[in-house]
């Protein structure tokens, strides 16, 4: 079970840390990924991280903003967001896989929590 935090209302150009705080004793066993879901529009990829933190991917667009992060001791996952912008307004999900991936095809959700960047 995974449950992502830390949204909220913040200008342009500031910051905010996601978490997503995971139940259970596998969570090393899974990759680790951030996506975001727009009104209207499909869920994306933000980003993502192996298992032992080995590699991490981003979507172009928030690449060199958000940087994604692992405890597995702690079975808590980070997304720093940086520089944030109004398009980066969104709802925002944690998910795990065994497999990463860049599609939504992912085995467990978070149940969301929402980032409103203005203006």
């Known amino acids: 079970q995974l449950q992502a935090s830390g949204g909220g209302l913040v200008q342009a150009g500031g910051s905010l840390t996601l978490s997503c705080a995971a139940s259970?004793?596998?969570?090393?066993?899974?990759?680790l990924g951030w996506f975001r879901q727009a009104p209207g529009k499909e869920r994306e990829f933000v980003a993502g991280i192996t298992r032992f933190s080995s590699s991490t991917y981003y979507a172009d667009s928030v690449k060199g903003r958000f940087t994604i992060s692992r405890d597995n001791a702690k079975n808590t996952g980070l997304l720093q967001m940086n520089s944030l912008k109004p398009d980066d307004t969104a709802v925002y999900y944690c998910?795990?896989?065994?497999?990463?991936?860049?599609?939504?095809?992912?085995?467990?959700w978070g149940q969301g929590t929402q980032v409103t960047v203005s203006s």
């Open positions: 259970g004793r596998s969570f090393s066993s899974y990759a």
């Open positions: 998910a795990a896989d065994p497999i990463l991936r860049t599609d939504a095809s992912w085995n467990y």
